[in-house]
């Protein structure tokens, strides 16, 4: 019984650390359509704003759940009014430019950190479950991800930025004829998925190593996940993180880490195979 509990949290903490790592691609590729191939570099951003907050004294509750987020939205939006918004319509164009931005952006933090790995201390102690112990960390992240889709969904279904979002993602002629701006719905939705892929990434620093590259180890497991989910940001991508934790976290249990991450991509490979449109677009079709 033991044993069953901690590896249920296990499953739990691996479902949960996958939807925070693609939530915020799935808000800028299934609402906007842009390949953000600098997602991992966010991320890394995210951990690197937690790092250098934490250093300078701030409280390490503020440094990952308000300045990483701000610091990276505040990236987004510079990005997106730089050169994203010139690239809309233009998928080739605009994965070179965000592959070209990974480039820049761990060159860029490589310069001023160097290649040393970075931490932070977590900031939750351990509990007992009978012969095993585990992290109240990894219960919090179980919460963050739960409240952070809550959220979303709140933000997108009863606001009316929400509805200015959808509606002009979906027909942004429409919503220029009813005097709403799409080149500000835009920027505000970009700077909104690099604000949760910020917090993701602070969120991840107490329990990853910092470092400029990162990003490279979370990036193909996000995109899989966004891509298993379909076009439901919230639905799809929760199913599609509750599929990959689950088989990830089993056989990382059964076998290795290393074998347990062959059966999430093979896993993911057999389910877009079956489903190429998706698991939202064949079971939650039209939802968020």
């Given at each position: 019984m033991?044993?069953a509990?901690?590896?249920?949290?296990?499953?739990?903490?691996?479902?949960?650390?996958?939807?925070?790592?693609?939530t915020?691609?799935?808000?800028i590729f299934?609402?906007?359509?842009?390949?953000?191939l600098?997602?991992?570099?966010?991320l890394?951003?995210?951990a690197?704003?937690t790092?250098?907050?934490?250093?300078?004294?701030?409280?390490?509750?503020?440094?990952m759940?308000?300045?990483?987020?701000?610091?990276?939205g505040l990236?987004?939006?510079?990005?997106?009014r730089?050169?994203?918004?010139?690239?809309?319509?233009r998928?080739?164009?605009?994965m070179?430019?965000?592959?070209?931005?990974?480039l820049?952006?761990v060159?860029l933090?490589?310069?001023?950190?160097?290649?040393?790995?970075?931490s932070?201390?977590?900031p939750?102690g351990?509990?007992?479950?009978?012969a095993?112990?585990s992290?109240?960390y990894?219960?919090?992240?179980?919460?963050?991800?739960?409240?952070l889709?809550?959220?979303?969904?709140?933000?997108?279904?009863?606001?009316?930025?929400?509805?200015?979002?959808?509606?002009?993602?979906?027909?942004?002629?429409?919503?220029a004829?009813?005097?709403v701006?799409?080149p500000?719905v835009?920027?505000?939705?970009?700077?909104?998925?690099a604000?949760?892929t910020?917090?993701?990434?602070?969120?991840?620093?107490?329990?990853?190593?910092?470092?400029p590259?990162m990003?490279a180890?979370?990036?193909a497991?996000?995109f899989?996940?966004?891509?298993a989910?379909?076009?439901s940001?919230?639905?799809?991508?929760?199913?599609?993180?509750g599929?990959f934790g689950?088989?990830?976290q089993?056989?990382?249990?059964?076998?290795?880490?290393v074998?347990g991450?062959?059966?999430l991509?093979?896993?993911?490979i057999?389910?877009?195979?079956?489903?190429?449109?998706?698991?939202?677009g064949?079971?939650?079709?039209?939802?968020?």
């Amino acid at each position: 019984m033991d044993l069953a509990a901690v590896l249920t949290l296990d499953v739990l903490n691996g479902v949960a650390s996958l939807i925070l790592l693609c939530t915020g691609l799935a808000v800028i590729f299934g609402m906007m359509k842009i390949i953000n191939l600098a997602h991992g570099e966010f991320l890394m951003l995210g951990a690197y704003a937690t790092v250098v907050a934490v250093e300078a004294g701030i409280n390490i509750w503020i440094a990952m759940l308000v300045i990483s987020p701000v610091f990276v939205g505040l990236v987004g939006l510079v990005v997106e009014r730089t050169f994203i918004r010139l690239l809309y319509g233009r998928l080739v164009d605009s994965m070179l430019a965000t592959w070209g931005l990974s480039l820049f952006l761990v060159g860029l933090i490589t310069t001023i950190f160097g290649n040393t790995i970075k931490s932070v201390p977590s900031p939750l102690g351990g509990f007992t479950i009978g012969a095993y112990r585990s992290s109240l960390y990894t219960v919090f992240l179980v919460v963050v991800a739960i409240a952070l889709l809550g959220g979303l969904w709140v933000l997108m279904r009863r606001t009316r930025f929400g509805l200015i979002a959808r509606a002009t993602m979906q027909n942004p002629d429409m919503a220029a004829a009813m005097g709403v701006s799409p080149p500000r719905v835009y920027m505000a939705t970009f700077g909104l998925g690099a604000a949760i892929t910020g917090l993701a990434g602070g969120l991840l620093a107490p329990v990853a190593g910092v470092l400029p590259t990162m990003g490279a180890a979370y990036i193909a497991k996000a995109f899989i996940t966004v891509v298993a989910g379909g076009t439901s940001i919230i639905a799809g991508g929760a199913t599609a993180s509750g599929l990959f934790g689950f088989i990830n976290q089993t056989a990382s249990y059964l076998t290795t880490p290393v074998i347990g991450e062959v059966f999430l991509f093979v896993a993911a490979i057999i389910l877009i195979r079956l489903l190429p449109q998706g698991i939202s677009g064949r079971f939650f079709r039209g939802s968020l």
